[in-house]
């Protein structure tokens, strides 16, 4: 997959160097409960790909020796490896600030009615997928049946006391696109969410994150399928704001997968793209034996999702620099305009 995947041929994307390591991002596995068009993991019920305790051990023990203070855990669903509650009992039990990125309808499964108390036990903080407020737009990318599931389970964690600045426990959503466009402006759909949401279910949340949808694995698939690969790099280079460099997520993450691999962020995991681009990849056993995490970080032509318009990461936009603007032309893709 990586000689042909067409994101790895050579790229012109500017090179990007890393300051600080503060998150550990943890890929648990990509077993989910669904299975999203829009996912970049490919995750889905039949993926058997878990990280096992021993590497959850390992991880903690580099993000102690590197000076981490953010844990950030994601999937498929994280919940699903038998290993979830440890590791966030123990990772908390060490004062790291924990983070996990919860589809909402995990909760709604049998044998996963304990997720909504656990992590409010815990304080952690739940960045939950709700890629659009209506139920047609997220039964279309998500499948039938979820934004109800969705809702269902963000009114159970706002029971909990998610999203009230009284209690201090944080609920964030993600917005995705539905197809292969830029998102709206962030700050602007937060507000639509807010209303919507608030007046038709009585839900209240912290922030919304918009993201944009990266095109590897699943999503990329699709578009090669259909013909739109090369329209939407088109559309995410000609986007490309020089200034979203200075934030992106990559900077101060480093992204692990369930076998130990350490990668300079979720999208290089995915491609296989190790640091540095070496034929060998890096493991947290590595950095616990002396070696140094790399400060040039790999770059290849998906990086222009996380730099085009507003730019996009794990903790959403990266400027409020507005993406609005847009039409669509006769490919069906949202193109720019002046």
């Known amino acids: 997959m990586r000689d042909s995947w067409p994101l790895l041929k050579d790229s012109d994307f500017p090179s990007i160097r890393r300051n600080r390591l503060d998150t550990l991002q943890l890929n648990l596995g990509y077993l989910c409960n669904i299975a999203c068009l829009h996912c970049h993991v490919a995750a889905g019920p039949n993926r058997t790909e878990l990280m096992s305790r021993e590497t959850m ?11 981490v203070q ?12 038998p290993e979830f509650r440890w590791l966030v009992k123990t990772a908390v039990g060490r004062g790291l600030h924990v983070m996990d990125r919860l589809n909402p309808t995990i909760m709604k499964e049998p044998g996963y009615e304990w997720v909504g108390k656990f992590l409010a ?35 159970e964690l706002n029971q909990l006391g998610y999203g009230d600045p ?12 539905l197809g292969p466009s830029l998102p709206p402006p962030q700050q602007a759909l937060e507000a639509d969410y807010r209303r919507f949401l608030d ?17 590897i694995k699943r999503f990329g698939a699709v578009l090669l399928a259909k013909g739109q690969f090369e329209d939407y790099m088109t559309l995410l280079k000609n986007a490309y704001r020089r200034d979203n460099l200075k934030a992106v997520m990559c900077r101060n993450l480093i992204s692990v997968d369930y076998q130990g691999e350490v990668y300079d962020c979720d999208f290089n995991q995915m491609l296989g793209l190790p640091p540095e681009r070496s034929d060998k990849p890096l493991r947290l056993s590595d950095l616990l034996d002396g070696r140094e995490l790399p400060e040039v970080i790999s770059v290849a032509d998906h990086c222009y999702g996380c730099t085009a318009g507003q730019g996009s990461s794990c903790g959403g936009a990266l400027s409020d620099a507005d993406t609005a603007g847009s039409e669509t032309g006769e490919s069906g893709l949202s193109v720019r305009v002046a």
Do not use: W
């Open 57 to 67: 051990e390992q991880a903690l023990a580099v993000a102690e020796r590197h000076g």
């Open 70 to 81: 953010t844990l950030d855990l994601t999937g498929g669903s994280p919940e699903m490896n």
């Open 121 to 155: 036990e815990h304080r952690i903080e739940a960045i939950a997928s709700l890629p659009c407020y209506s139920a047609e737009n997220v039964d279309a990318q998500r499948g039938n049946g979820v934004f109800e599931a969705s809702i269902s389970a963000l009114k």
């Open 166 to 177: 009284d209690t201090g426990l944080v609920l964030n959503l993600v917005y995705n696109p």
């Open 199 to 215: 007046e038709h279910f009585g839900i209240r949340f912290n922030q919304l994150f918009t993201l944009t949808n990266m095109p």
